[in-house]
Nanobody, 122 residues
Framework: HVQLVESGGGSVQTGGALRLSCAFS????????MGWFRQVPGKDTEGVAHIDGSGQYTFYTDSTKGRFTISRADNTLYLQMNDLKPEDSAMYYCAAMVTIGCSVSPETFRWWGQGTQVTVSS
């Protein structure tokens, strides 16, 4: 049974920082691409950052490059978010694929957490 549980969301002002965590069980990170997505009501789910099973490949959407960092340790996936902007406000989800290699499409991620809300005020 695979379980992903996010935490660390909250409300910050522009320029602030948050660190999201995703505790996972039932999968070993070396065998799976894992990633962070975000969604705003009425808009498509957006891939934020991914890391493949080897840890050698990472992906960041253009709007988060240089500000967000994805990492993992033991059974936890992290997303360090710095210099936050109001447009970063969304529900953030962690997810895992069946495969080691990554795909940017959310439809290819099999397992999902319940989400954690991030709100950035100006």
């Amino acid at each position: 049974h695979v379980q992903l549980v996010e935490s660390g969301g909250g409300s910050v002002q522009t320029g602030g920082a948050l660190r999201l965590s995703c505790a996972f069980s039932g999968v070993h990170y070396r065998g799976h691409c894992m990633g962070w997505f975000r969604q705003v009501p009425g808009k498509d789910t957006e891939g934020v950052a991914h890391i493949d099973g080897s840890g050698q490949y990472t992906f960041y959407t253009d709007s988060t490059k240089g500000r967000f960092t994805i990492s993992r340790a033991d059974n936890t996936l992290y997303l360090q978010m710095n210099d936050l902007k109001p447009e970063d406000s969304a529900m953030y989800y962690c997810a895992a694929m069946v495969t080691i290699g990554c795909s940017v499409s959310p439809e290819t991620f099999r397992w999902w957490g319940q989400g954690t809300q991030v709100t950035v005020s100006s």
